[in-house]
């Protein structure tokens, strides 16, 4: 399944029916009067979560969504049938956000979660309702309103408590697979990850946790270099971040820093998210150099720093012990 975490609609609500003019001509009723129904409402376009989505997919391909028009009203009074609602389910954690002004229309985080995109126009008058003692007879009705269009963006921000960033090649694929049953593509060069992955870890509660690999963050990302301004938005939504550095590049010191920068850069409060710092790829690297490394990441960061394999599975249990105390 291709992952789509954005798309362009246009949402058009259903027109109301229109009433009609109409009078009894009935035998032994003299002066029946006017009898000319009122159309019936249009239907809405209405957005639902669903927590068995994961991607846009479905609207690459289904571009407009139209509701049903509402029937025009019938003699003898009748009310024409309101149109049916469209339904559109998407992805827990999809923003709405009107294309022309850039406000956002509606969030949808909870499962089930419903809102009203394009209302649908009302029904129109049939000349029944117009009768008075002035006029006894009226012989006009009103159409039916449209209903609302609006050209829409949507927005997928994963819904993961647990962020893995760092730079490309840094070991974030192989960590989320060897911490959840996640299969992402691993291979020995940058961008292998074009998508993000998402991989359930098991609390000692036995409870779950989503963890979120984010892939393409590289200087300059939150400007549009790259992949990582697509993807940045899905950590506005985790509760803590792991910041993972390749000890083994050239250095490691600069990769921590760049991250850091993307992340002000980009804004929306990711600089102050809970960060946990980690070396990667320890196997790599003399134990003496490692420490040299760890103690000055440590004070650059003002944090501590926790160093792991993720190949050999090592320092993995102290790095969820601290994952879980933040979460």
Not at 100 to 126: F, H, Y
Request: charge should be positive; charged fraction near 25%; include cysteine.
């Amino acid at each position: 399944m291709k992952f789509i975490d954005q798309a362009k609609v246009i949402v058009r609500a259903g027109k109301g029916g229109d009433g009609i003019v109409s009078f009894r001509r009935e035998k032994f009723v003299p002066a029946g009067g006017p009898s000319g129904g009122n159309g019936g409402k249009g239907g809405s376009v209405i957005f639902e979560a669903d927590n068995n989505l994961q991607t846009l997919l479905d609207f690459k391909f289904n571009r407009e969504i139209i509701a049903k028009d509402g029937s025009k009203g019938g003699p003898n009074k009748r009310s024409g049938a309101s149109g049916d609602d469209r339904i559109v389910k998407v992805p827990c954690g999809t923003e709405i956000i009107d294309l022309n002004t850039g406000i956002i229309l509606g969030d949808l985080v909870q499962n089930k979660e419903k809102i009203v995109i394009a209302k649908g126009g009302r029904g129109g008058l049939g000349n029944a309702h117009f009768l008075s003692n002035q006029n006894r007879a009226p012989e006009f009705c009103i159409d039916g309103r449209e209903g609302e269009m609006w050209e829409i963006k949507l927005e997928l921000k994963l819904i993961a408590e647990v962020g893995i960033i760092g730079l490309p090649n840094a070991g974030k694929s192989t960590l989320i697979s060897v911490l959840s049953s996640a299969s992402p593509k691993i291979a020995n060069y940058p961008f292998t990850t074009l998508v993000p992955n998402l991989g359930v870890v098991r609390k000692p509660d036995g409870n779950g946790c989503l963890f979120a690999d984010i892939p393409g963050l590289i200087s300059g990302a939150a400007q549009g270099i790259g992949l990582g301004h697509d993807f940045l938005r899905h950590i506005e939504r985790t509760k803590i971040l792991i910041h993972l550095i390749d000890v083994s590049s050239e250095k490691p010191l600069i990769d921590y820093e760049v991250i850091k920068d993307e992340l002000k850069k980009y804004g929306n409060g990711l600089i102050n998210k809970e960060r946990i710092i980690v070396l990667t790829k320890i196997e790599l690297v003399e134990e003496n150099y490692l420490k040299t490394i760890t103690k000055k990441l440590e004070n650059l960061s003002n944090k501590k720093v926790f160093v792991i394999s993720s190949s050999l599975r090592k320092g993995l249990s102290q790095l969820l012990s601290e994952v879980w105390k933040k979460v």
